[in-house]
């Protein structure tokens, strides 16, 4: 397996992940759905061939913020879901062009670019053979527009069956780029019933470089599951959580109630959102566990992301406007009479 950038020929994933941990940043769909880019519900990336510079400046965000790996935002631009909204005939461009626009903020600032592949929805296991053949032309076809393109890895994300993730892994072993594989289940399972540490094994040993999990969990109830996988494998674990408070009762963020008991999922997780030093103190802890690759899913933002970058001893771009409340006129070294004049608003 390369462990160097075949397209750039600088440190590929395996052996940044020698030298140190590897910060990756994702939750493109959310953070542009957000910005009024992607519907919400059915998430198709559309944006990729509707609106490609909001997609570009959000890698530009993320990279300024420290993330090394720059995620095609391919995410279920898969056939079964461009089908669903009418848009099948341009899969194709929308794969394609989320590869280039991944690729050139990526070589703006030295880091990787990520094909990405996911759950397809199309796998049963009840039918594992008719569904598998399905599955794997449809990994086939994006992993192949992702070598096209010139990606240094593929992650393969938010698998909830082990039977599908096992397909990825083994589509993207295939095609000779390393592969990042990773699990959201709703439970401690996977939906075809296997522990999640398990499944990582499995994974790995299907060829996975680097197995962990991403997505549904926020930090508090991810950890406990990373230790697991930790010590379950031998290679490199990836964590990548949703930055929500989730809870021992409540936990994943499909499952966080409000105050008026109503679900919080998809629209309303505002409440929930965890601070960027709730993810920075994150960061260090996977650190000390031993995660190789940490990240952030589903609701992250760069500001999530550089407070994890500074939080790993990391000076990146965005580094030069982080807070300085020693020059705030309230809160600051100097604010002598405005201190005095606000001291209501400090109590
Ligand atoms: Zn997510």
């Known amino acids: 397996m390369a462990r160097r950038s075949l397209a750039t020929d600088s440190p590929g994933l395996l052996e940044r992940l020698e030298a140190d941990v590897v910060l990756g940043a994702e939750g493109y769909l959310f953070e542009l759905e957000r910005r009024g880019y992607v519907k919400s519900g059915p998430f198709v990336p559309e944006v990729v061939l509707d609106h490609p510079e909001a997609v570009r400046e959000l890698h530009r965000e993320f990279l300024r913020a420290g993330a090394e790996v720059m995620v095609a935002f391919t995410y279920y631009g898969h056939r079964e879901k461009m089908r669903q909204i009418g848009r099948e005939a341009e899969l194709e461009p929308l794969n394609r062009n989320a590869l280039a626009i991944a690729r050139e903020v990526a070589d703006e600032g030295g880091a990787l670019l990520a094909g990405n592949i996911c759950n397809t929805w199309a796998y049963d296991p009840d039918d594992p053979a008719g569904s598998s053949s399905r599955v794997r032309e449809m990994y086939r076809e994006q992993v ?54 398990q499944a990582c094994e499995r994974a790995a040993a299907a ?36 930055p929500f408070r989730t809870t021992p009762e409540e936990p994943i ?13 998809p629209l309303g ?22 995660v190789g690759y940490i990240g952030v899913c589903c609701g992250g933002a760069p500001h999530h992301v550089r407070a994890m970058a500074e939080a790993l001893g990391r000076t990146v771009p965005a580094t030069r406007y982080s807070p300085d409340m020693s020059l705030h006129p309230v809160l600051g070294d100097d604010a002598g009479v405005h201190a005095d004049r606000f001291a209501s608003w400090l109590d």
Do not use: H
Request: aromatic share 6%; net charge negative.
């Open 269 to 290: 997780l505002d409440p929930f959102t965890c601070t960027r030093s709730e993810l920075a103190e994150f960061a260090v802890a996977a650190r000390k566990l031993g």
């Open 144 to 197: 192949g527009w992702a070598v096209e393109e010139g990606a240094d890895l593929v992650i393969a994300e938010t698998n909830d069956y082990l039977g599908e993730a096992l397909i990825a892994a083994d589509v993207v072993r295939e095609a000779g780029l390393p592969c990042v594989v990773t699990f959201a289940s709703i439970s401690e399972t996977t939906v075809d019933g296997v522990p999640l540490e």
């Open 253 to 265: 963020f499909q499952a966080l109630r409000d105050a008026s008991g109503e679900r919080a999922f």
């Open 207 to 242: 060829g996975a470089e680097v197995v962990g999990l991403n997505c549904s969990r926020g930090p508090a109830t991810m950890l406990p599951l990373l230790e697991r996988v930790r010590s379950a494998v031998d290679c490199p674990v990836a964590a990548q959580p949703v």
